[in-house]
């Protein structure tokens, strides 16, 4: 079955960076557009950014625009978000999914703080 | 910026009760439009797609139907395991956007 585990958040400071990552398993990855999405503590959800299936299309909401890079390695069946100039604002659980338009697999998401 | 904008944005309802949500486009978007179900420390789960084809796996009792800018989601008999958030989501416009969220709460 589908299988998509983030890794990589925790605490950092404003102006901070980190890096997410999120394995996929159960398909075949490169055949599939992914994306990022996030959602604030107690709030709704915020597309943030898609990469096609050979890393031709790339899209960023703007809001991250500047500062978060997704990326994708097919061979390692993974999926990234270089998040720079960290804000509290960008505190949420960051999920990774599997996407053409709607997300139609998740992960389970990991969490983000940005706080000092 | 594609709005999306859902009412209600609480409904309570007893198990059995048919559920009506409604999503309305700030602008056309045709059937570009998904619906998720999300439970509280969990990740969404696609529900709809395209408006109105349901997802694999997704009960019958789960309907979307809609086009261009006004869209409902129906649940035909609300079980105890439907109570959650839903959230519609267009995708005819980069930057996909959400809905505010529709929470179905017990009566």
């Known amino acids: 079955q589908v299988q998509l585990v983030e890794s990589g958040g925790g605490l950092v400071k404003p102006g901070g960076s980190l890096r997410l990552s999120c394995a996929a398993s159960?398909?075949?990855?490169?055949?599939?557009?992914m994306s990022w999405i996030r959602q604030a503590p107690g709030k709704g959800l915020e597309w943030l950014s898609y990469i096609s299936s050979g890393s031709t299309s790339i899209y960023y909401a703007d809001s991250v625009k500047g500062r978060f890079t997704i990326s994708r390695d097919n061979a390692r069946n993974s999926l990234y978000l270089q998040m720079n100039s960290l804000r509290a604002e960008d505190t949420a659980v960051y999920y990774c999914?599997?996407?053409?338009?709607?997300?139609?697999?998740w992960g389970q998401g990991t969490l983000v703080t940005v706080s000092s | 910026d594609i709005q999306m904008t859902q009412s209600p944005s609480s409904v309570s309802a007893s198990v059995g009760d048919r559920v009506t949500i409604t999503c309305r486009a700030s602008?056309?978007?045709?059937?570009?439009l998904a619906w998720y179900q999300q439970k509280p420390g969990e990740a969404p789960k696609l529900l709809i797609y395209?408006?109105?084809s349901l997802q694999s796996g997704v009960p019958s009792r789960f309907s979307g139907s809609g086009s261009g800018t006004d869209f409902t989601l129906t649940i035909s008999s609300l079980q105890s395991e439907d109570f959650a958030l839903y959230y519609c989501q267009q995708y005819n416009n980069w930057p996909w956007t959400f809905g505010q969220g529709t929470k179905v709460e017990i009566k």
């Open positions: 395209s408006a109105s």
């Open positions: 602008q056309g978007i045709s059937t570009w």
């Open positions: 999914a599997r996407s053409m338009g709607s997300a139609d697999s």
């Open positions: 159960g398909f075949i990855f490169g055949d599939f557009y």
